[in-house]
């Protein structure tokens, strides 16, 4: 964000409020006038910041492009202080960055493209990883369509062997399957959402950083090393709360001895969810007949909460 930008032309790592078109830099006020002042930049283009373009920070395609320092006015910026992470002259190097570790500008892009495709290709993979993950939500939705699919048919072949009153239980069920299919769906869509939304941002951010590592310049590439190695670790940071395909969808009708449970019309079957029954413990017989709607309501009745919810994906 341009907010956030600091000038590129000094070492004083000042806010940019301006923006030079030759040199294609952001930079601070006292760089501005440092412009004004050398005969060899008094003619270059400054512009408001909001008119540069972040973009072409890594359009330097002039490689040969002499940049000046902005203390040491006619010292060329020819080094890079590994200890300090930024672009000196000779000079620099000599008094403010003396017995700091440098190499020039030439040998240290050699090794930044090197550490920053390495770090892109692992970026690479993980949009790879991310892929997989929708797939393998893709899959577990459809797996718990088919089974939702195939209680609820269970759901109604019992519901045909009773009476008036185990309709209503039926009834029950069939919304207590409802709302959980739709819990499971609704936490795996926001988990498919965030992938997606994370896959755009790594989409892009592959797409910015190879135009940059094939067009721009080594000058260039040095002055958004930050940004760009801070963007990108960002990425590679961000997690991706994938499923693990490995747990089944568990959820089915435990309908054991129905002809028994006839008796008890008004508790009769109960939901399996990943291998507990999906019911509310805290709701009395008594509760349950007041709270119930008649066999001929088509309501369905609003269970509370239950104490423990099913475990997570």
């Not at 373009?53 to 890594?58: A, G, I, V």
């Not at 040491?72 to 910026?77: D, S």
């Not at 769906?185 to 590592?213: A, M, P």
Request: net charge positive.
């Amino acid at each position: 964000r341009l907010n956030d930008l600091k000038c590129q032309s000094c070492a004083e790592a000042a806010s940019c409020t301006s923006w030079c078109v030759e040199c294609g830099e952001f930079i601070c006020d006292a760089c501005v006038q440092a412009h004004q002042r050398l005969k060899i930049t008094k003619d270059h283009t400054i512009k408001a910041k909001e008119e540069g373009d972040l973009k072409d920070t890594f359009s330097l395609t002039d490689a040969s492009r002499d940049v000046f320092c902005s203390v040491h006015l006619q010292e060329k910026l020819s080094l890079f202080c590994e200890t300090c992470d930024k672009l000196t002259c000779r000079d620099c190097q000599l008094t403010d960055h003396r017995q700091h570790k440098y190499k020039f500008i030439n040998e240290m892009a050699v090794e930044t493209r090197q550490l920053i495709k390495g770090l892109l290709s692992e970026v690479s993979y993980k949009r790879v990883l991310l892929k997989s993950a929708m797939k393998v939500i893709d899959d577990r939705q459809n797996l718990i369509c088919e089974k939702k699919k195939k209680v609820t048919q269970e759901i109604t072949e019992m519901v045909k062997l009773l009476t008036n009153a185990i309709n209503l239980r039926g009834k029950q069920l069939a919304y207590k399957l409802n709302e959980v299919c739709e819990a499971k769906q609704k936490t795996l869509n926001e988990k498919k959402v965030t992938l997606e939304q994370l896959s755009r941002l790594t989409d892009h951010c592959i797409e910015f950083v190879n135009n940059g590592l094939t067009t721009g310049s080594d000058m260039a590439l040095l002055s958004s090393k930050a940004n760009v190695m801070h963007h990108l670790q960002r990425i590679k940071s961000r997690r991706a709360d994938i499923p693990n395909p490995e747990i089944p969808v568990r959820i089915a009708l435990n309908s054991d001895k129905i002809a028994d449970l006839a008796k008890v019309v008004q508790n009769i079957g109960s939901l399996m969810v990943d291998g507990r029954h999906y019911q509310n413990p805290s709701s009395s017989s008594s509760s349950s007949s007041r709270s119930a709607p008649s066999p001929g309501d088509g309501a369905v009745p609003q269970p509370s909460p239950p104490p423990r919810l099913p475990p997570p994906y």
